[in-house]
């Protein structure tokens, strides 16, 4: 079975689910979208209004502002696969609860595997607290690799956030920057 069914058969699954309260909310079901062989992943917390309206994630202001990161850094997005740990939205945009994640992660953890990529970004400190370490601090670790298991992982801003505070925004270039040059370093030693 290729990747791209395999993500399909999860996704049923996925959508099936009632673990948390949001399953009864949500509009649509918000899984992940890009490449199934992608060799960069992107995961942020959670589905906002417009990506529960189109079941895509970061289609809003902050996935269009991700898209001009991407393209600023040389990386097509449909190269990559985007995803987010809860895959419905919280009402109101609220953080995810603890107790959403939990429920939800198993979700995450079926794509990873699936789509075995070699670089995780988190997508703003919710998402790297629970991917790479719970006291995780953005302003102070935003860029910093770590490795986790077979993946090497760093964080960046998520991209609401920049919309609300500009200041960011080139820090965010330059983390772009250092992802896109390990990245293509990935893709040529795979070609190699």
Same mark, same amino acid.
């Given at each position: 079975?290729?990747?791209?069914?395999?993500?399909? +058969?999860?996704?049923?699954?996925?959508?099936?689910?009632?673990?948390?309260?949001?399953?009864?909310? +949500?509009?649509?079901?918000?899984?992940?979208?890009?490449?199934?062989?992608?060799?960069?992943?992107?995961?942020?917390?959670?589905?906002?209004?417009?990506?529960?309206?189109?079941?895509?994630?970061?289609?809003?202001?902050?996935?269009?502002?991700?898209?001009?990161?991407?393209?600023?850094?040389?990386?097509?997005?449909?190269?990559?696969?985007?995803?987010?740990?809860?895959?419905?939205?919280?009402?109101?945009? +609220?953080?995810?609860?603890?107790?959403?994640?939990?429920?939800?992660?198993?979700?995450?953890?079926?794509?990873?595997?699936?789509?075995?990529?070699?670089?995780?970004?988190?997508?703003?400190?919710?998402?790297?607290?629970?991917?790479?370490?719970?006291?995780?601090?953005?302003?102070?670790?935003?860029?910093?690799?770590? +490795?986790?298991?077979?993946?090497?992982?760093?964080?960046?801003?998520?991209?609401?956030?920049?919309?609300?505070?500009?200041?960011?925004?080139?820090?965010?270039?330059?983390?772009?920057?250092?992802?896109?040059?390990?990245?293509?370093?990935?893709?040529?030693?795979?070609?190699?």
């Amino acid at each position: 079975m290729s990747k791209e069914e395999l993500l399909a +058969r999860a996704k049923e699954t996925c959508e099936g689910c009632q673990g948390c309260p949001l399953g009864k909310t +949500r509009t649509n079901l918000v899984y992940g979208v890009g490449n199934a062989e992608a060799r960069l992943m992107f995961v942020g917390e959670a589905p906002g209004e417009r990506e529960d309206a189109t079941g895509i994630p970061f289609v809003g202001a902050a996935g269009q502002l991700l898209d001009r990161y991407l393209m600023a850094v040389g990386i097509p997005r449909e190269d990559v696969y985007i995803a987010n740990i809860l895959k419905c939205r919280p009402p109101h945009n +609220r953080d995810p609860l603890p107790e959403e994640e939990d429920v939800c992660i198993a979700h995450l953890r079926t794509q990873v595997k699936i789509i075995a990529p070699r670089m995780i970004v988190c997508l703003g400190r919710i998402s790297a607290m629970r991917l790479i370490k719970p006291d995780f601090r953005i302003t102070r670790e935003h860029g910093i690799w770590f +490795r986790r298991g077979n993946f090497d992982m760093c964080a960046v801003y998520h991209p609401s956030a920049l919309l609300r505070d500009a200041s960011k925004k080139e820090d965010m270039l330059e983390d772009m920057k250092v992802i896109a040059e390990r990245y293509r370093a990935y893709l040529t030693e795979e070609n190699n």
